[in-house]
């Protein structure tokens, strides 16, 4: 089934709400004014968790469609320096979304197909999601030139 853009905006927003995990919002400088990272989820698969996986879901906000392949989605906990990658293919057009699965247990409703697959267990409380335009790892605790990142719960970057 494909959901409206819109109403899994407001599904996961109600969920990560209702599970305790909403992000106060916060400011960002992004390098990129196309692709951003519009939402993270950690603690898919938990006990009570809404979704049964993990993912970052990408926007595209620019008017043109950018081709992703050989760009990466990289997590790091709140204070680590050491970034776990998942590789990106593929064309995001202008308006639309890019859903990366991660890693994910037994509770929880199953994610729409996701554009991107990867095995990441991240934290539903800290950490850190970077955007890169390329597959190699990042390194130390706040890396630079990047395309987007988002930091959440107690994340030192």
């Given amino acids: 089934m494909k959901l409206n853009p819109r109403f899994w905006n407001l599904l996961v927003i109600f969920a990560m709400v209702a599970s305790g995990l909403a992000l106060p919002p916060q400011s960002a400088a992004a390098v990129s004014t196309n692709i951003v990272i519009s939402q993270v989820y950690g603690g898919g698969g938990n006990t009570s968790a809404p979704f049964t996986n993990d993912f970052i879901e990408l926007f595209n906000l620019g008017p043109v469609a ?17 970034w776990q990658v998942t590789n990106l293919i593929g064309t995001i057009q202008p308006g639309r979304y890019y859903l990366v699965r991660e890693s994910g247990g037994a509770t929880g409703v199953p994610l729409p197909t996701p554009d991107a697959i990867g095995t990441i267990n991240m934290s539903g409380s800290n950490g850190k999601v970077a955007l890169v335009n390329s597959i190699v790892a990042l390194s130390g605790t706040c890396p630079t030139g990047l395309v987007d990142m988002v930091g959440y719960g107690s994340a030192n970057c």
């Fill in 66 to 82: 950018v081709d992703v392949t050989g760009w990466s989605v990289q997590y790091a906990s709140s204070t680590g320096s050491s």
